[in-house]
């Protein structure tokens, strides 16, 4: 398992956060949104997260990388329900020289509702391996003072 | 509007059948399956009769074809519930040189709960709208000789 | 079929709009938004129009009612791709004391991409057909002058 | 994080096996199954599971009770594709009185895909936490006895 740390259920350890409204076709016979569904929410805030720090997907793809998810993980602690307006919180946790790694807090109101890892690798379009950008190390690095060497 | 037919409720019309049990994921709050899913079971189904009469996608893929979507239509008769199993009853339904029409009736227990259709052009991957394959051509011919003139 | 007009892919034949950004997850292998996602666009912005003209679907539920789809159409005219952000253009475009259509047109930069019909009818939460409420007939009328009697 | 093992790329440590054809709707524009797929994949196996074990989900609800998703994880190690199909092997990993976990593998052709784990709390339709069915208990101690103390 390479994802390494439980994300936090406390806003204020996220740098971002983006604002889902929950779908009918996300919802199941149980009345509440079907757990698979969070990973597509967790996937639209990372894509506007990126964008957010001014390196939309389309870079990566003018790059010709793609940075497909390595490993997912996600805890359901309370349920969403069709039309509550979700906050995804999300920081960039770390980065290696190829991989890095997302967390993510779901909260509707405040209270918190899903946390969530993904993990993230860097491949050319024709999926052979290769370095992280410099930017999303840079930028890993400097979110995470803390996880530094000497610091 | 390109299709041109509505679908029958009549196992006996149509010539091939795919069975397909319901997710849990494919239901919804209202404790039915969605109505969005219904176009996935034409489309597994479609994909089942292609390979069914000698000519699965791979052979499309090899010949640098695919044949889009260009219309749908679903009557949701009778809902669907969680794990029961679908017969989707299918009908290759007519061919021009540059467009076809799939008819659909999904029964359960032998009642009907939804018809269908779906009209799909021809395009190369690049997605340049091209002609048909002959084989579909003569065998929508085939499947449909009332419709053919003359006879 | 029930659905009785086809949607025109003029914006200013539709009273309201709704945007959403197109997710990755609903993409597929030819590049393209996957056909069945229209579905639940169209449903969303349904979702918005209801709250925009006050009668959300909580009022719905507040009264036990539900409005599932009875039919629904989607014409592909061309095709969405991901992160292109599409304004779901949206008519009341009939009601009788039973059902209510819905005609839908997408376009992305003012280009159309699909347009598209959903006819509802009005049930009790248990699913016992039952009159639409009066505020939704009354807005049809409204909304569809030319087509009302005597006019 | 509840989530206690990491599932094994061995099919023999499974105790049941499930086939899925890969549909093209579960496929993305890098030309794969979409990662959040493999969560549906993971729960109709699960269903198929509980059926194969005597215990189908129609038990639970007759009941009154529902196994809602506590936590779940995903290690994406090679990619599926539109057509393949794939086999999800399955183990119940661990029972307490309150929560079980389940491993899963995905292979195709014999090749390991993708491996998860989804831990289950057992609640009342109400929502309310209740205990696991005692014959789950039982099964998961007569599947794992190499976990059992003194054995």
Chains 1, 2, 3, 4 share one sequence.
Do not use: K
Not at 59 to 88: I, K
Not at 98 to 120: K, W
Request: glycine content about 6%; some cysteine.
């Amino acid at each position: 398992m390479r994802l390494s740390s439980e994300p936090t259920t406390d806003p204020s350890d996220y740098e971002f956060a983006h604002r889902i409204r929950v779908r009918f076709v996300e919802t199941d016979a149980m009345g509440i949104v079907h757990h698979s569904n969070y990973l597509a929410y967790f996937e639209e805030s990372r894509v506007a997260y990126l964008a957010h720090v001014g390196h939309p997907f389309t870079e990566w793809r003018d790059a010709g990388l793609e940075s497909p998810v390595l490993e997912s993980f996600v805890a359901y602690r309370q349920p969403c329900r069709f039309d509550e307006v979700m906050t995804v919180h999300l920081q960039l946790a770390s980065a290696t020289r190829a991989t890095f790694q997302m967390n993510y807090l779901i909260t509707v109101d405040g209270e918190p509702r899903s946390t969530g890892v993904t993990v993230h690798g860097c491949t050319t379009t024709a999926g052979r391996p290769t370095r992280l950008p410099a930017w999303l190390v840079d930028l890993a690095a400097r979110r995470t003072p803390e996880r530094q060497p000497g610091v």
